[in-house]
């Protein structure tokens, strides 16, 4: 679970990112999932944007999404949300605020 330090950090770096994928008529595919999935494992940190024929919401295709490919939800504005997973091996994104326990 992202801390609001680590989120508001994580927003900042996805301001700049472009939107790498869509969700259209055809819902949350297990194709969409497996892509998201991958690019996760490069990126770590995505954004990705719900057409109005898709049938979701940003928030209800941020949750499935999130929930199918293990991620963290750091945003979700309009029609577009960004997800965040961290790579065990390989970090792509360095500074992240630590988590207080």
């Given amino acids: 679970m992202l801390t609001s330090k680590q989120r508001a950090y994580l ?5 700049t990112y472009e ?10 595919t297990d194709t969409l999932c ?3 999935g991958e690019a996760l494992e490069k990126r770590e940190l995505i954004k990705l944007r ?7 919401t940003a928030r209800e295709a941020c949750d ?18 960004v ?6 091996k390989k970090p792509v ?6 988590a207080n326990k």
């Fill in 93 to 98: 994104i360095e500074g992240i605020p630590k």
């Fill in 83 to 88: 997800i965040y997973k961290r790579n065990p």
């Fill in 34 to 36: 497996k892509s998201v």
């Fill in 64 to 81: 499935a999404i999130v929930e199918r490919v293990g991620a963290e939800p750091v945003q979700v504005i309009g029609s577009r949300f």
């Fill in 19 to 28: 939107t790498i994928f869509q969700i259209g008529k055809d819902g949350i």
């Fill in 50 to 56: 719900v057409l109005e024929n898709s049938g979701y």
């Fill in 11 to 15: 927003r900042g770096i996805a301001s």
